[in-house]
């Protein structure tokens, strides 16, 4: 008696594939909805993504309202940091002025703080290793500040 013989390749593979359509002619609104699905999840997660970047760029609200000492300070420091060379960035906050600077490579960068008495102008700095590229910043700004204060003052009546 012969053996049965193995079903043909081709009839299996044409098999398989019937079975394949078939599959999918009965699931295809059910693809239809995951594919629908997960497109939409992908456009929320990409609108989320693209709200939180535009809320990081809006500058935040003052804290407070500045004094007006507070406020001409401010003017001065950044009129002092546009003719700054290698200043990268500046933030005032009282009397308190962090700055960056670019290194002498251009390569990388630092920051320091300045501490800027509101009475007497005179400054503390807080540097990285003695850096002295903050100096002549704060030698500007405490010198515009003499000035502004030197133009308040009333002339002596004589």
């Not at 394949?20 to 239809?32: E, P, S, V």
């Not at 003017?75 to 308190?96: D, M, Q």
């Not at 800027?116 to 005179?122: A, I, L, N, V």
């Amino acid at each position: 008696m012969p053996e049965p013989t193995a079903p043909d390749a081709d009839a299996e593979r044409a098999s398989l594939a019937g079975r394949a359509r078939n599959l999918l002619r009965k699931h295809r609104d059910t693809i239809a909805a995951v594919a629908a699905a997960a497109a939409g999840a992908l456009l929320l997660g990409l609108a989320a993504t693209r709200q939180r970047a535009a809320e990081d760029d809006e500058p935040a609200p003052p804290a407070r309202t500045l004094t007006p000492a507070e406020a001409e300070f401010e003017a001065i420091v950044y009129s002092v940091a546009e003719h700054t060379a290698r200043l990268k960035s500046v933030t005032v906050n009282g009397f308190w002025v962090e700055a960056e600077f670019r290194s002498n490579s251009g390569r990388g960068s630092w920051a320091c703080d300045i501490y800027f008495d509101p009475e007497t102008y005179e400054w503390d700095l807080y540097v990285p290793y003695g850096a002295m590229t903050p100096r002549p910043f704060a030698r500007q700004i405490r010198e515009r500040l003499v000035e502004a204060a030197a133009a308040k003052e009333p002339s002596p009546a004589g």
